[in-house]
């Protein structure tokens, strides 16, 4: 049977989705992730033949204190991965049993769980439509007499209104710890995340923009913290002690000197790495907002950089009523885009909390983005601008394919 074509944006489009037995629209892939060359290969080399391969290696404090500097802060404190450097943080700001943590429910489970590993308890609160970070006037109905911390996601590398929070923060005296796992280099009006609060957490998991395999830092401007955090992280060592000698409980949490080797060298790459993200960016927001089938993201005009971890997009279900998240994101895999469904389900929903305390307050547009949103990974966002235009096309295919599509939706 001849197919039928469409002309869009320089070239024609099959009108069968792949998905339906159709070519598909891309067959070679995206950019791949992590990037590096000799360069990685050199600094490892130097670590190897050093004979200093744990946390003491030289590299460590030398990244610690660029990345921190980077950030506008005055201290950086390097861990195993992000996830304990939020556990640290909340032991360091004396965070425990009884006490009660602000926290979203879109979000990855280490926001929540290292609240609940320090004994205390996760408050999840609902996140704004637009950006997907936490709805402060939503928080501020959660606090109670028991609320002691704040931890806000800076959500797929989109920084969330500090000045905002941090006033929210100080009416109700609260400690602010901010999430930057998804926000290496974001900044709001000129100042960088992690600056603001009492602690922020980095995470340098595989997936991140800054990429070590696994790794993580704190960054503070208070050296009380700093010393406190890193105390935690060493066994309960302080700076200027012995090695036998332990003032507080705490374990191994170093990084190594491998890591720290990788995380200098991708470092250096990561300036001109968000400068290309930020130009696909741009280019694909102005494209598919000429199409109907999804809703690109929106950046607050404060923001002054984003570092687009996640390109979120939404399934604009008031037009489409008939589609669903799966089918779209089924299409688009088949026509060889890198998409990812994103969160099933709310935060709050996972198994692991009906054994854990934890408070619920109404989420009703989390549970609605949940059932909408996907994304396409910062990879996507490093190839050359004639790579990217694939991604537009193929949002169109699967647009010009909706009577098709919505008769064999996936569940």
């Not at 992000?82 to 965070?95: M, Q």
């Not at 997907?132 to 989109?158: K, W």
């Not at 960054?219 to 935690?232: C, H, K, P, Q, Y």
């Amino acid at each position: 049977m001849t197919q039928a074509v469409k002309f869009f944006n320089g070239v024609f489009l099959m009108s069968q989705l792949a998905m339906h037995g159709g070519p598909p629209l891309r067959q070679k892939p995206f950019a791949r992730w992590p990037q590096f060359d000799e360069t990685e290969l050199a600094a490892l080399n130097e670590v190897l033949q050093s004979g200093v391969w744990g946390g003491y290696h030289p590299k460590v404090a030398e990244f610690e204190q660029a990345f921190a500097h980077w950030h506008d802060a005055r201290f950086g404190v390097s861990a195993a991965n992000g996830t304990v450097t939020l556990e640290t943080a909340l032991r360091a700001c004396g965070i425990g049993a009884g006490d009660e943590i602000i926290v979203p429910p879109f979000t990855f489970i280490a926001t929540a769980t290292a609240v609940s590993l320090v004994g205390a308890t996760p408050v999840f609160v609902d996140i704004d439509a637009t950006t997907f970070n936490l709805d402060l006037n939503c928080a501020r109905a959660a606090v109670t007499p028991r609320t002691r911390a704040i931890i806000p996601v800076h959500f797929a590398g989109h920084p969330l209104d500090m000045d905002a929070l941090m006033d929210f923060a100080a009416q109700h005296q609260l400690i602010v710890i901010e999430d930057c796992a998804h926000a290496h280099g974001a900044a709001w009006r000129g100042r960088k995340v992690g600056s603001f609060g009492a602690f922020g957490s980095f995470s340098f998991q595989a997936s991140k923009v800054l990429t070590a395999g696994e790794g993580g830092l704190l960054t503070t401007n208070d050296d009380g913290l700093a010393e406190r955090a890193r105390s935690i992280i060493n066994q309960g060592r302080r700076t200027s002690g012995a090695w036998y000698e332990h003032f507080e409980l705490g374990t191994n949490y170093r990084l190594t000197g491998w890591q720290a080797a990788i995380l200098q060298t991708q470092f250096a790459r990561l300036p001109a790495q968000l400068e290309r993200r930020a130009a696909n960016a741009a280019y694909l927001i102005n494209e598919l907002a000429q199409l109907d089938l999804l809703i690109p993201p929106a950046v607050d005009e404060a923001v002054t950089c984003h570092s687009w971890y996640l390109f979120i997009l939404r399934l604009n279900r008031e037009r489409y009523p008939q589609l669903n998240k799966p089918s779209v994101v089924q299409a688009l895999a088949a026509e060889g885009m890198p998409v990812n469904a994103g969160y099933p389900y709310p935060l709050y929903r996972n198994e692991v909390f009906a054994s854990v305390p934890h408070r619920v307050t109404p989420c009703p547009i989390t549970e609605k983005i949940c059932e909408e949103a996907f994304w396409i990974s910062h990879e996507i966002l490093l190839v050359e601008p004639e790579d990217v235009v694939d991604f537009v096309r193929a949002v169109a295919k699967v647009q010009e394919n909706v009577d098709a599509l919505a008769t064999k939706l996936v569940q």
